[in-house]
């Protein structure tokens, strides 16, 4: 019997999926026949592992040409001798687009899907999700079809996941850092006029999009070569000026995703530092007053991390009750933010709460529609918890220096801790799962929330059983959190 081939990294090691399974979970298609052609004109000839290098090039805040956001080896850089259009017809393109086709993965440019085959299916691989829908047969198109733009770093926020190289608030107050230069000169807006017309979508990240004017640059331009692609934008959500508003009215806006970490407003702003609750939910209203009245998608970009993890089955509620898809955006640094370096006692009890939440979830919302995103978060983790090794050590690399790096206590007061009994069951479980500081940290966070709650009755309670379980508790370094 044929032996299974497996997807392969360029230095000739195998992952466990085979190309078979990851196959499987994409969209059906078949080889492209005379009998399939008239079956369906749709199908497709050209069948890669990612159609990227067919389709996408990103442009960062450094001046780096990626092929997709979730690259992270450049493939050139702009200067002002920089063609994009040479770049895409170059010999590096031709290189992944050929391993691409034998299902050869760079091990360092594309971690990122690398991790989430990791998980045992395509279903949530970013190439699959993103590039597949774009696919096409041409094995050496002349011009790009997907422009991702990162175009300058400026942000008015300064988000506890964030770094300066993505946030120019970041940079200037975190980092004490002077801001940087653009890097995108006249060439550069000169091919995209003869570039744009040739694209099926277009994509703005940040900093924040709305307020980085090399793309309102760009929206000049869609508008001047009258453009027909889709754009995509993901906002922070207090960002829209006038002028903003003016382009989205006008052009071909298909997806508005907004950030949002955290339903809780105090939560929210501590995680996403400078922002304004107000502001936030009133541009909301009028996105999704947008998808009413234009049927532009409004979709939730969730960051989970180390002080959001309790409130995440609240997003997806939030998301639920206004019917917004859903999107989960893997924290993989800073390293003392990102679940993925905590200890294994700490991410599994992270995890037996996520569980815990689903069924509850489900309860409320018998047909959840973020259900596949959900329970690909919970995929992540115990693929984390899985793939450790006795001797595992947290790899530190990167850090938010502002950030403490502890595991956040659950806050009493809300959802789902929202009654003694609760609170009281979380203390048990806390205790027993974790011991050590993680767990007094925790209960003393807990103890500060809860005397703010009321003196009397069952909440004096809780009270008396959290000091009673941070006397008791013995200090164990071995659990110590990663600070
Ligand atoms: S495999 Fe993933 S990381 Fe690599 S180019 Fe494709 S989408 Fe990007």
New binding site residues.
């Given amino acids: 019997m044929e032996k299974k081939k497996h997807i392969r990294l360029r230095s000739g090691n195998d992952l466990q999926l085979t190309i078979a399974d990851y196959d499987g979970d994409r969209p059906k298609h078949r080889r492209r026949t005379v009998r399939t052609l008239l079956l369906s004109p749709f199908q497709r000839n050209l069948r890669p592992?990612?159609?990227?290098?067919f389709l996408?090039m990103d442009f960062d805040a450094t001046g780096a040409i990626?092929?997709?956001?979730?690259?992270?080896s450049p493939v050139a850089k702009i200067t002002e001798d920089t063609s994009v259009i040479d770049v895409w017809r170059g010999e590096i393109y031709r290189r992944?687009r050929a391993e691409?086709k034998d299902y050869i993965?760079?091990e360092e440019?594309?971690?990122?899907?690398?991790r989430q085959c990791e998980t045992g299916s395509s279903k949530n691989?970013?190439?699959v999700a993103?590039?597949d829908r774009w696919a096409h047969d041409d094995a050496m198109p002349l011009y790009p079809k997907v422009l991702i733009f990162r175009l300058k770093n400026t942000c008015n926020l300064a988000c506890v996941m964030c770094d300066g190289l993505t946030s120019s608030r970041i940079r200037k107050e975190r980092d004490k850092l002077p801001s940087t230069a653009s890097m995108y000169g006249e060439r550069f807006f000169k091919e995209m006029e003869e570039i744009l017309p040739h694209v099926d979508h277009v994509e703005f990240y940040g900093g924040e999009p709305f307020l980085v004017k090399e793309h309102l640059r760009i929206f000049e331009i869609l508008s001047k070569v009258r453009a027909t692609c889709t754009i995509y934008v993901n906002t922070n959500g207090v960002s829209l000026h006038p002028k903003a508003k003016q382009f989205l009215e006008k052009l071909n806006f298909k997806t508005i995703a907004v950030s949002m970490d955290a339903v809780h407003d105090e939560l929210h702003r501590e995680i996403r530092y400078g922002l304004r609750s107000d502001l936030f939910y009133k541009n909301m209203e009028y996105f999704l007053d947008l998808r009413a009245r234009k049927g532009v998608e409004v979709m939730l970009n969730v960051t989970e991390h180390r002080m959001n993890w309790f409130e995440l089955p609240e997003i997806f509620r939030f998301a639920e009750a206004k019917r917004l898809y859903l999107h989960i955006n893997t924290c993989i640094h800073p390293h003392n933010v990102t679940l993925y370096t905590l200890p294994s006692t700490q991410l599994r009890y992270v995890l037996e709460f996520l569980e815990q939440e689903r069924d509850l979830l489900l309860v409320d919302y018998r047909h959840l529609t973020n259900l596949a995103r959900y329970e690909f978060l919970l995929s992540l983790i115990r693929s984390e918890l899985s793939s450790r090794r006795p001797d595992w050590q947290a790899e530190i690399t990167n850090r938010n220096q502002s950030c403490n790096g502890f595991l956040a206590a659950p806050i009493p007061g809300l959802r789902p801790f929202e009654t003694p009994a609760k609170v009281s069951r979380e203390i048990i479980r806390i205790t027993s799962t974790m011991g050590g500081k993680p767990a007094t940290r925790m209960l003393e966070q807990m103890l500060v929330r809860v005397r703010n709650l009321s003196k009397q009755g069952p909440w004096a309670d809780v009270t008396q059983q959290l000091q009673q379980a941070i006397a008791i508790l013995p200090e164990c370094e071995a659990n110590a959190v990663f600070q």
Avoid: E, G, T
């Fill in positions: 592992f990612c159609y990227a290098p996408s990626r092929l997709c956001n979730h690259s992270h992944y691409m993965l760079d440019n594309c971690r990122h899907c690398i691989v970013f190439a993103q590039f």
